[in-house]
C-alpha cells in the first residue's frame, strides 16, 4: 500500500515523543528498548482503502437516500419504479411504515451500550458472565420462535447457532476462570480512564447518526415489496455496507483506546508527568487522519477471521484421539493460523502507538508474541469470544424488539426487518464493549514486550498471568512430547510390518 508522510506531522510530536526514546519511558529496560522505538513522524498508511472506504460511504449513501425518498410519504416521488417495473413486484408500501422499526432497533442498542459503559465500574463482571451463561438459552427460544411463525430456514440456523454456542462454551469452560480475571483488570483500567468511556459514547452517537440514514435508506427498500429473492440481496448489500461502516468506528475506538492504555502503562499511570499532554486528541487525530486507511483495511477481515478461529480452536481441544478428524481439523487451523499473522487485533495497538501499516503491525505484533510465548496465553484466554456474546446478545434483543412490533404491524416483513435490526444493535453494543477489548489488547502487548510494566501496574495480577503462562508452555511442550512419541511409535510399527 502506498504510504505518505503526514502533513501533521508537528501538530503530533507531543504524542510521537511519548513513546520514544523507551530508555526514559520504562527506566531502561532492555526488552522494552527492543520493541518499543522512537518515532520522528507519521506516514499516511494504506491509502488505497481508506479512498475505497470514502468512495463507499459516498455511494451507499447515495444509494439510501434515494431508496428511503422515493417512498417517503408519497409512492415513487422520485419517479424511479418505471425503471423498475417488470422485475420488481412495485407495492404500495411507503418508507414511514418501516422506519420507526428500526428506530426501536436503534434506540435499544443505544440504551444497552450505553448502560454497558454505566455500569463498567460496577457491574462489568456480573454482566459478561450473564451473557455467557444466557445466550444458549436466548438463541433456543428465537429458534423456537421462528418455527412457530413458520420460519424453518431461520429457525434451523439459530438452532444451530445455539448448538454451536453450548458446545463452545463447554469446550472453554476450564478456561472462564482466567479469561475473567483478565477482564477484571482490564474493565478496571477502562474505568481509570473516564476519557475512554467519553470516546466510545461520541462514537456511539456518530454512528447513530449514520444508522438514522441506513435505516431510512433499508425502509425504503423493504417498502418497495420486492420479491424475496431480490429483497433479500439488496438487504444484504446493504448489511455489509453496515457491518464494515460499524467495524472502522469500532476499531477507531481501539485504536484510540490501545494507545491510550499502552502509554499509561509505559509511563506508570495517569496522573505521571511525563505523559503527554491532550492525549485523547492526539491518539484521535491519528485514527481519523494517518491511520485511518489501516483500519479500514483490517475492518473487512480481522472480525470473520477471529471467530472462525475461535470455534476451531473449540472443537480441536475437544477432538481426542480421532486421527482423521483431527487431520482435518489440523489444516484448517494451520490455515487459520496463518490468515491470523496478516489480519488480528492486536494490530490496532502497534497502528494506534507506532503508526505502521495494518499487515505490518499485525506480522510484528504475532511475531513478538511467539517469540516471546505470549501466544500461548492469548490462545487460552477466552476474553474476546466472551465479549462478542455480550456483542451478540445485545443485538439479539435489540432485533427481538423490532421483530415483535413487525409481526404486529407487517407480519410478513417480520424476518427481514428483524435480522437486519439485530446487526444494528450488535454494532452498537459493538462500539461499548471494544474498550474493554483493547485494554487486553494493550495489556497483552505490554506484558510481551516489556513484562515490568505489568509488574510496575499491578504485581499481583503480573504473578497471575505469569504462572499462567508458564504453565501453557509446560502443557504445549508435553503434549509436542506426546505427539511426536506417537508419531515414532507408528513410524516403528509400518517399519515393523515392512
Given at each position: 500500500?502506498?504510504?505518505?508522510?503526514?502533513?501533521?506531522?508537528?501538530?503530533?510530536?507531543?504524542?510521537?515523543?511519548?513513546?520514544?526514546?523507551?530508555?526514559?519511558?520504562?527506566?531502561?529496560?532492555?526488552?522494552?528498548?527492543?520493541?518499543?522505538?522512537?518515532?520522528?513522524?507519521?506516514?499516511?498508511?494504506?491509502?488505497?482503502?481508506?479512498?475505497?472506504?470514502?468512495?463507499?460511504?459516498?455511494?451507499?449513501?447515495?444509494?439510501?437516500?434515494?431508496?428511503?425518498?422515493?417512498?417517503?410519504?408519497?409512492?415513487?416521488?422520485?419517479?424511479?419504479?418505471?425503471?423498475?417495473?417488470?422485475?420488481l413486484?412495485?407495492?404500495?408500501?411507503?418508507?414511514?411504515?418501516?422506519?420507526?422499526?428500526?428506530?426501536?432497533?436503534?434506540?435499544?442498542?443505544?440504551?444497552?451500550?450505553?448502560?454497558?459503559?454505566?455500569?463498567?465500574?460496577?457491574?462489568?463482571?456480573?454482566?459478561?458472565?450473564?451473557?455467557?451463561?444466557?445466550?444458549?438459552?436466548?438463541?433456543?427460544?428465537?429458534?423456537?420462535?421462528?418455527?412457530?411463525?413458520?420460519?424453518?430456514?431461520?429457525?434451523?440456523?439459530?438452532?444451530?447457532?445455539?448448538?454451536?454456542?453450548?458446545?463452545?462454551?463447554?469446550?472453554?469452560?476450564?478456561?472462564?476462570?482466567?479469561?475473567?480475571?483478565?477482564?477484571?483488570?482490564?474493565?478496571?483500567?477502562?474505568?481509570?480512564?473516564?476519557?475512554?468511556?467519553?470516546?466510545?459514547?461520541?462514537?456511539?452517537?456518530?454512528?447513530?447518526?449514520?444508522?438514522?440514514?441506513?435505516?431510512?435508506?433499508?425502509?425504503?427498500?423493504?417498502?418497495?415489496?420486492?420479491?424475496?429473492?431480490?429483497?433479500?440481496?439488496?438487504?444484504?448489500?446493504?448489511?455489509?455496507?453496515?457491518?464494515?461502516?460499524?467495524?472502522?468506528?469500532?476499531?477507531?475506538?481501539?485504536?484510540?483506546?490501545?494507545?491510550m492504555?499502552?502509554?499509561?502503562?509505559?509511563?506508570?499511570?495517569?496522573?505521571?508527568?511525563?505523559?503527554?499532554?491532550?492525549?485523547?486528541?492526539?491518539?484521535?487525530?491519528?485514527?481519523?487522519?494517518?491511520?485511518?486507511?489501516?483500519?479500514?483495511?483490517?475492518?473487512?477481515?480481522?472480525?470473520?477471521i477471529?471467530?472462525?478461529?475461535?470455534?476451531?480452536?473449540?472443537?480441536?481441544?475437544?477432538?481426542?484421539?480421532?486421527?482423521?478428524?483431527?487431520?482435518?481439523?489440523?489444516?484448517?487451523?494451520?490455515?487459520?493460523?496463518?490468515?491470523?499473522?496478516?489480519?488480528?487485533?492486536?494490530?490496532?495497538v502497534?497502528?494506534?502507538?507506532?503508526?505502521?501499516?495494518?499487515?505490518?503491525?499485525?506480522?510484528?505484533?504475532?511475531?513478538?508474541?511467539?517469540?516471546?510465548?505470549?501466544?500461548?496465553?492469548?490462545?487460552?484466554?477466552?476474553?474476546?469470544?466472551?465479549?462478542?456474546?455480550?456483542?451478540?446478545?445485545?443485538?439479539?434483543?435489540?432485533?427481538?424488539?423490532?421483530?415483535i412490533?413487525?409481526?404486529?404491524k407487517h407480519?410478513?416483513?417480520?424476518?427481514?426487518?428483524?435480522?437486519?435490526a439485530?446487526?444494528?444493535?450488535?454494532?452498537?453494543?459493538?462500539l461499548?464493549?471494544?474498550?474493554?477489548?483493547?485494554?487486553?489488547?494493550?495489556?497483552?502487548?505490554?506484558?510481551?514486550?516489556?513484562?515490568?510494566?505489568?509488574?510496575?501496574?499491578?504485581?499481583?495480577?503480573?504473578?497471575?498471568?505469569?504462572?499462567?503462562?508458564?504453565?501453557?508452555?509446560?502443557?504445549?511442550?508435553?503434549?509436542?512430547?506426546?505427539?511426536?512419541?506417537?508419531?515414532?511409535?507408528?513410524?516403528q510399527?509400518?517399519?515393523?510390518?515392512?
Amino acid at each position: 500500500m502506498n504510504d505518505f508522510r503526514s502533513s501533521s506531522s508537528s501538530s503530533s510530536s507531543s504524542y510521537d515523543s511519548a513513546v520514544g526514546p523507551p530508555q526514559a519511558n520504562v527506566m531502561g529496560s532492555q526488552s522494552s528498548s527492543q520493541g518499543i522505538s522512537q518515532i520522528v513522524s507519521r506516514y499516511w498508511r494504506d491509502v488505497f482503502w481508506l479512498v475505497i472506504f470514502i468512495a463507499h460511504l459516498v455511494v451507499v449513501g447515495f444509494a439510501l437516500g434515494v431508496f428511503g425518498l422515493n417512498r417517503f410519504k408519497q409512492l415513487d416521488r422520485l419517479n424511479i419504479d418505471k425503471y423498475t417495473m417488470g422485475f420488481l413486484e412495485n407495492k404500495d408500501g411507503l418508507t414511514e411504515d418501516y422506519w420507526p422499526l428500526y428506530a426501536v432497533a436503534g434506540g435499544v442498542g443505544a440504551v444497552l451500550g450505553w448502560t454497558w459503559l454505566f455500569l463498567l465500574g460496577s457491574r462489568a463482571t456480573q454482566m459478561m458472565k450473564f451473557s455467557v451463561h444466557i445466550l444458549t438459552t436466548y438463541l433456543a427460544v428465537i429458534s423456537v420462535l421462528c418455527f412457530w411463525i413458520e420460519q424453518f430456514f431461520w429457525g434451523v440456523a439459530f438452532a444451530i447457532g445455539a448448538a454451536l454456542q453450548f458446545l463452545y462454551v463447554i469446550s472453554v469452560i476450564d478456561r472462564l476462570p482466567f479469561t475473567m480475571l483478565v477482564l477484571q483488570r482490564a474493565v478496571q483500567m477502562v474505568w481509570d480512564l473516564p476519557e475512554i468511556t467519553r470516546v466510545a459514547s461520541l462514537f456511539m452517537l456518530v454512528m447513530l447518526l449514520w444508522l438514522a440514514l441506513w435505516s431510512f435508506g433499508a425502509a425504503g427498500v423493504v417498502a418497495l415489496g420486492i420479491g424475496d429473492s431480490g429483497l433479500w440481496w439488496l438487504l444484504v448489500v446493504l448489511s455489509v455496507s453496515l457491518f464494515w461502516t460499524g467495524a472502522v468506528l469500532c476499531n477507531i475506538v481501539h485504536v484510540v483506546v490501545s494507545g491510550m492504555v499502552f502509554l499509561v502503562l509505559i509511563h506508570g499511570g495517569r496522573e505521571a508527568s511525563s505523559m503527554p499532554p491532550k492525549l485523547v486528541m492526539s491518539s484521535l487525530q491519528h485514527a481519523v487522519t494517518t491511520s485511518f486507511g489501516s483500519i479500514c483495511y483490517g475492518s473487512l477481515f480481522t472480525a470473520a477471521i477471529r471467530t472462525l478461529r475461535w470455534e476451531i480452536r473449540g472443537l480441536r481441544s475437544k477432538i481426542g484421539n480421532n486421527e482423521c478428524l483431527l487431520c482435518c481439523v489440523d489444516f484448517l487451523f494451520h490455515l487459520v493460523e496463518f490468515l491470523v499473522r496478516w489480519f488480528n487485533k492486536y494490530a490496532y495497538v502497534q497502528i494506534g502507538v507506532y503508526g505502521k501499516s495494518f499487515n505490518h503491525s499485525a506480522k510484528d505484533a504475532w511475531e513478538l508474541f511467539q517469540s516471546t510465548g505470549v501466544e500461548a496465553l492469548i490462545a487460552y484466554d477466552c476474553s474476546g469470544a466472551v465479549l462478542f456474546m455480550g456483542t451478540v446478545l445485545g443485538g439479539l434483543i435489540s432485533g427481538t424488539c423490532a421483530a415483535i412490533w413487525t409481526r404486529i404491524k407487517h407480519p410478513e416483513r417480520v424476518v427481514m426487518v428483524g435480522s437486519t435490526a439485530m446487526l444494528m444493535g450488535m454494532i452498537l453494543v459493538g462500539l461499548a464493549m471494544v474498550v474493554v477489548e483493547s485494554a487486553v489488547t494493550s495489556i497483552y502487548i505490554c506484558y510481551a514486550e516489556d513484562p515490568s510494566l505489568i509488574s510496575r501496574w499491578d504485581a499481583a495480577f503480573f504473578a497471575q498471568i505469569s504462572e499462567k503462562l508458564h504453565q501453557r508452555l509446560q502443557h504445549r511442550s508435553a503434549r509436542a512430547r506426546q505427539v511426536l512419541a506417537n508419531r515414532i511409535d507408528q513410524i516403528q510399527e509400518e517399519a515393523g510390518l515392512a
